[in-house]
């Protein structure tokens, strides 16, 4: 494996996947004069990959369903009884 001319350098799949470094995840290098190593940043205080993407879709909802009746759907249920009412109400 080398180092690219911008100091790049690829984490193989396995190792990240194993690792549970997924794209977007902040890292630090540590090294102790012999070796480098690649450790996952400590991220107190900042929202998490989770976080962030209920940040960016909050709002963006343009229906207005009720919890049962999305969970519904998502489960494959037949329709609730007030399915009619939960898709003109505006309670989310």
Not at 36 to 45: E, K
Not at 67 to 86: F, G, H, K, N, V
Request: hydrophobic share 35%.
């Amino acid at each position: 494996m080398r180092i690219t001319s911008k100091g790049q350098v690829t984490i193989p799949a396995e190792i990240r996947e194993r690792a549970g470094l997924l794209p977007h995840t902040e890292v630090d290098f540590e090294f102790d004069g012999k070796v480098v190593r690649i450790v996952r940043s400590d991220a107190r205080g900042k929202p998490g990959r989770g976080a962030r993407l209920v940040a960016h879709l909050r709002g963006r909802g343009d229906i207005a369903m009720s919890t049962d009746a999305i969970m519904a759907l998502t489960r494959d249920e037949e329709r609730p009884p007030y399915w009619s009412t939960a898709m003109s109400s505006s309670t989310c």
